[in-house]
């Protein structure tokens, strides 16, 4: 299959589509008119005695540098080669082709002055599953992602590495293998390829796709440990969260009681329960995951209008007949996207570990036993699971410092003021993987209290949900090994298998009763 992209028009489900699928993506015809004209303008400034910054000039700090016209196909791959600096983990082949993708379509609005040629080489890679190796360390977020783009645009013309077939080979051998024909870059070609935000952006997009299966997630294990610790359904009521207004709060409430509906739980504790009020972690979910919903929902417009941007430099104006150099390489909006991803995720999961410790606490757990175990004291049941989520916690509190209000001089100061969009971006694969986590272990003990609770049954969906999880985990009866459990509770709220069983996705889009 392959999914064809209007430069200026993707939406959030067609990129979420390229990364969690692999699907192979081209640029919509109707984009190469306006393509070949950018091009054709910067061969002219290349041919001509003007200096035009990136096209006959040198870069950065040596933009004063004239270049000669029959090096200019040089100069750009001196430029590829000498970017090529990133270090540290490989980014995942899902996330680099996602990056390739946006590369595609922000070239494909006419402005960066990049050949059609070239760019079939990105669609050619994609097609065949020729993967950049691409460090994902060494960007600063400002002048574009550099390095990273560079290692991308390095294996395109058969330097670096690539992985095909599941391989890590010299590029130039992936290349050949694929039937691949390497990129010869003409003048602005390799700039144009490592000016732009792509890397910061991909990795914040997939911050964001994670982040929303999260929160799905937490619904649902929000819904079970209430039922766990026979808690309170009236904060749910549609009045009260009317009369706030928030629209994420509004959604998650609403959402909720539909996944609650039915529980025979609530019913039996709903006249002569001599609690009054719950804890804030049952009784404030709404408002905590609705803001995020809200705050991810923003995070989210942002980073659409970014895939579809132009950010790289200088810009090729073809109405205006000239190439004018500017700063959208500058990945501030992006920064600020992945901080509010971050501090989303970080208040899910505090939330979340708040009402692991709940249930797992006698005194506070409505009469469940100690750390939801039947035998407590010959066995310690998932006292140290609760001690896991909450170090998961605590790490995802410091990750969700800012970034974006850090920032370093480089380049001779030439770049004094830059994003740190690519260090914001880059946390959120491990805060999701830990609140992945986190959230799994509610569920596994959610799913343990409600059991206690028998014969008194929770909601068909939720009772769905804990038939899915006892398809993976046996319920905890004696100590055994646990970090199979976790890592199992983990990939349920990972894969959205859990979220999907209790339709989450359409409640909170208003989309069902």
């Known amino acids: 299959m392959t999914l064809t992209l209007l430069p200026g028009q993707a939406t959030l489900g067609q990129l979420e ?10 640029l919509d015809d109707s984009a190469l008119p306006g393509i070949e004209a950018a091009a054709e303008l910067v061969r002219q400034a290349a041919a001509g005695d003007e200096a035009v910054y990136g096209v006959n000039t040198g870069f950065g700090k040596l933009a004063s540098v004239r270049i000669k016209p029959g090096d200019t196909a040089q100069l750009q791959r001196n430029l590829i080669l000498s970017h090529c600096c990133g270090v540290g983990e490989v980014l995942d082949v899902a996330t680099t082709r996602l990056m390739m993708a946006l590369k595609l379509l922000s070239a494909g609005r006419g402005a960066s002055g990049i050949t059609w040629k070239t760019l079939s080489v990105i669609q050619n890679m994609l097609r065949e599953g020729v ?31 690539a992985i095909f077939k599941g391989d890590r080979l010299p590029a130039a051998q992936a290349l050949a293998a694929a039937g691949v024909e390497p990129a010869v870059l003409a003048p602005k070609e390799g700039l144009g390829l490592i000016n732009g935000t792509q890397f910061s952006t991909a990795c914040s997009l ?19 440990s209430t039922d766990a610790i026979m808690g309170s359904t009236a904060p749910l009521e549609a009045g009260i969260h009317a009369f706030r207004g928030h629209r994420g709060q509004i959604d998650v409430a609403r959402a909720m009681r539909a996944v609650m509906d039915g529980s025979v739980i609530r019913e039996s504790h709903r006249d002569g329960d001599t609690r009054v009020q719950d804890p804030y972690c049952i009784r404030c979910q709404p408002q905590v995951a609705g803001a995020a919903l809200d705050l991810l929902r923003f995070a989210g417009q942002t980073l659409e209008i970014e895939a579809n941007a132009v950010s790289d430099n200088p810009l090729v104006l073809v109405a205006e007949g000239k190439i004018v150099s500017g700063g959208n390489f500058h990945a501030e909006p992006v920064a600020f996207a992945a901080d509010q991803i971050a501090i989303a995720i970080a208040e899910i ?68 003021h830059v994003s740190m969009a690519a260090h914001g971006a880059r946390r959120l694969l491990r805060m999701n993987d830990n609140l992945n986590v986190i959230i799994g272990v ?72």
């Open 349 to 416: 999961g505090a939330i979340a570990q708040r009402r692991v410790a709940l249930m797992v606490d006698p005194t506070l757990s409505f009469d469940l036993p100690p750390f939801l175990t039947p035998k407590p004291g010959l066995n310690s049941g998932l006292m140290i699971a609760e001690v896991t989520t909450a170090a998961l916690m605590s790490e995802n509190k410091h990750l969700a410092n800012p970034c974006s209000t850090d920032s370093t001089p480089t380049s001779a100061n030439q770049e004094d």
């Open 17 to 26: 589509q390229i990364w969690r699928t692999g699907v192979a993506v081209v």
């Open 442 to 513: 509610e569920l596994m003990c959610a799913a343990q209290g409600v059991e206690f609770r028998a014969p008194l049954t929770t909601s068909p969906a939720l009772q769905g949900a804990v038939d899915l999880i006892r398809s993976e985990i046996a319920t905890l009866i004696d100590d055994r090994f646990m970090a199979g459990d976790i890592a199992s509770a983990a990939a349920l709220v990972a894969e959205g298998r859990v979220q999907s069983q209790c339709d989450v996705a359409s409640l909170l889009a208003g989309e069902t009763a």
């Open 131 to 161: 993967t950049p190796v691409i460090p994902s360390q060494g960007s600063v977020g400002a002048s574009g992602d550099l390095a990273p783009l560079a290692h991308m645009a390095a294996a395109m013309i058969g330097e670096g590495e």
């Open 206 to 224: 997939t911050g964001l796709f994670s982040a929303i299966r999260n929160l799905q997630a937490s619904v649902v294990s929000s819904c079970l």
